[in-house]
Antibody, heavy 118, light 110 residues
Framework: EVQLVESGGGLVQPGGSLRLSCVGS????????MTWVRQAPGKGLEWVAN????????FYVDSVKGRFTISRDNAKNSLHLQMNSLRAEDTAVYYC???????????WGRGTLVTVSS | QSALTQPRSVSGSPGQSVTISCTGT?????????VSWFQQHPGKAPKLMIY???KRPSGVPVRFSGSKSGSTASLTISGLQAEDEADYYC??????????FGTGTKVTVL
C-alpha cells in the first residue's frame, strides 16, 4: 500500500525556520516527481513546490521563492521542505503528494500543521 | 498565479446530477490539457478524482466525469450519492512547471 507520512510541523515565530519531512512507503520515491501543497485554515489548496526525480529541477510558487527549498533523499525514500523567513501567511497544513505525471497527484499524506505566530 | 474560479457551493438531491465549473485563463486551463479534480472530506487529505481533463484513476466511480471548453473546465457528478458530499477543487498546469488550484466548491447532498 502506498503511504506518505509528513512530519516536522509546529509553532514557530515570524522570521523563524522549520524543516518538513515526508517519508514514503509501499513504493520507490526515486521514480516520481514529488510535490508539496498547503492549505491555510478554512481555505483552499495552494501548490507550493515540486521536485524532479534526480533533483535536477525544482519549481516554486512565487510567494515562497527565495524562502523555501524543496529537496529529497531517494536513499531514504524521503522528501523535505526547508522553510525560512516564515510569515503568518505561511500558516497552513502542508501535504506532500506523489506526482506520476503532470498534476496527477495520486497519493497524499495526512498533512502536518505549521503555525507561524508570536 | 491567481486561483481558478469555482462556485462557492452546489447542491442536489440523491440521484441527481451536479456540475462544478472551474474558470481560468489562456495561461492555465485554456492553454493546456492538464486539469485535475480533487475531492476533500472534512479533516481529510484531498483525493484525486480526475486528471488530464477527463481521465479517471482506478477506483474512482464512473459517475465522476470531467470536460473542458476553452478556459473553463467542468466536473460532473451523475447520480449523486450521500458520500459525494465534500469540497471539490480543480487544478491546472499554469506553465513553467507550476500549478494553480481553484477556489473550491462545497457539494451538498440534500
Amino acid at each position: 500500500e502506498v503511504q506518505l507520512v509528513e512530519s516536522g510541523g509546529g509553532l514557530v515565530q515570524p522570521g523563524g525556520s522549520l524543516r518538513l519531512s515526508c517519508v514514503g512507503s509501499g513504493f520507490s520515491l526515486r521514480a516520481y516527481w514529488m510535490t508539496w501543497v498547503r492549505q491555510a485554515p478554512g481555505k483552499g489548496l495552494e501548490w507550493v513546490a515540486n521536485i524532479k526525480q534526480d533533483e535536477s529541477e525544482k519549481f516554486y510558487v512565487d510567494s515562497v521563492k527565495g524562502r523555501f527549498t524543496i529537496s529529497r533523499d531517494n536513499a531514504k525514500n524521503s522528501l523535505h521542505l526547508q522553510m525560512n523567513s516564515l510569515r503568518a501567511e505561511d500558516t497552513a497544513v502542508y501535504y506532500c503528494a506523489r506526482e506520476p505525471t503532470t498534476l496527477q497527484f495520486d497519493s497524499w499524506g495526512r498533512g502536518t500543521l505549521v503555525t507561524v505566530s508570536s | 498565479q491567481s486561483a481558478l474560479t469555482q462556485p462557492r457551493s452546489v447542491s442536489g438531491s440523491p440521484g441527481q446530477s451536479v456540475t462544478i465549473s472551474c474558470t481560468g485563463t489562456s495561461s492555465d486551463v485554456g492553454g493546456y490539457s492538464f486539469v485535475s479534480w480533487f475531492q476533500q472530506h472534512p479533516g481529510k487529505a484531498p483525493k484525486l478524482m480526475i486528471y488530464d481533463v477527463s481521465k479517471r484513476p482506478s477506483g474512482v466511480p464512473v459517475r465522476f466525469s470531467g470536460s473542458k471548453s476553452g478556459s473553463t473546465a467542468s466536473l460532473t457528478i451523475s447520480g449523486l450519492q450521500a458520500e459525494d458530499e465534500a469540497d471539490y477543487y480543480c487544478g491546472s498546469y499554469a506553465g513553467f512547471y507550476t500549478y494553480v488550484f481553484g477556489t473550491g466548491t462545497k457539494v451538498t447532498v440534500l
